[in-house]
């Protein structure tokens, strides 16, 4: 069955250093998602991408997030300066077409860890 | 602000009974909704999904229930099992472009 892969499954950095999380989405999926979730908390949308470009994003995500399709099969969620409330969990989503039917399904994630 | 959320942060269910978990949104216009499992360390799994033109979704022991004049979402499980035990979100489908916005999660914990 197709999944949505996410590397690496846990990231630890220092506070102030970028990071990327990175994603393949199902292959033939259009729309991409990314969410995070703090420990204990809800998910909460980040931003979604179709046709190589944002078409929503929300008030979490300022200019020190990024997100990019860079070949055709990854989709890569950049922090450039990393603080210590960007600690979470970070899934990826995809779904194939547009309209509310379609599902969105999520990678396993990537924990982040700011120290 | 527009919102969903669940009424119960955990269900205690013995095994082999029946579990309901509620979900109360406010966003009238939403029109589609989805019920999501997470399993400790995983991604949010795709459960089952309704579309506000119905009332009631069936799946493999899963059902979902919508009744739009109190703005309220429910799932049941049939014959609760020990693999069923995990966090349980709704999610409304909040905008053209597939964004998701969720409520709080029901921490299921199904006991022998």
């Known amino acids: 069955e197709p999944e949505v892969t996410q590397t690496p499954s846990h990231q630890v950095t220092q506070m102030g250093q970028e990071v990327i999380l990175r994603c393949v989405p199902i292959?033939?999926?259009?729309?991409f998602y990314w969410y995070r979730q703090i420990l204990g908390q809800k998910v909460e949308f980040l931003v979604s991408?179709?046709?190589?470009?944002?078409?929503?994003k929300s008030e979490i995500f300022d200019d020190q997030f990024s997100v990019e399709r860079p070949d055709g099969s990854n989709f890569t969620l950049k922090i450039r300066s990393t603080k210590l409330e960007d600690s979470a969990m970070y899934f990826c989503?995809?779904?194939?077409?547009?309209?509310?039917?379609?599902?969105?399904?999520f990678g396993a994630g990537t924990r982040l860890s700011v120290l | 602000g527009e919102s969903v959320g669940l009424h119960l942060p955990t269900l205690s269910v013995q095994e082999g009974d029946n579990s309901i978990i509620n979900c109360a949104y406010s966003?009238?216009?939403?029109?589609?909704f989805i019920w999501y499992k997470q399993e400790s360390g995983k991604g949010p799994q795709f459960i089952i999904d309704?579309?506000?033109?119905?009332d009631k979704r069936q799946g493999q022991r899963v059902t979902v229930l919508l009744n739009k004049t109190v703005k309220h979402l429910s799932l049941q499980i049939a014959a609760t099992q020990p693999g069923d035990s995990a966090v349980y979100f709704c999610?409304?489908?909040?905008?053209?472009?597939?964004?998701?916005?969720f409520g709080a999660g029901t921490q299921v914990v199904v006991t022998p």
């Open positions: 989503a995809s779904k194939s077409g547009g309209g509310a039917k379609n599902i969105q399904y």
């Open positions: 991408f179709y046709n190589n470009e944002i078409s929503e």
């Open positions: 309704i579309r506000s033109n119905m």
């Open positions: 999610a409304e489908n909040a905008d053209s472009w597939g964004k998701l916005q």
């Open positions: 966003n009238s216009a939403s029109d589609y």
């Open positions: 292959s033939n999926h259009l729309y």
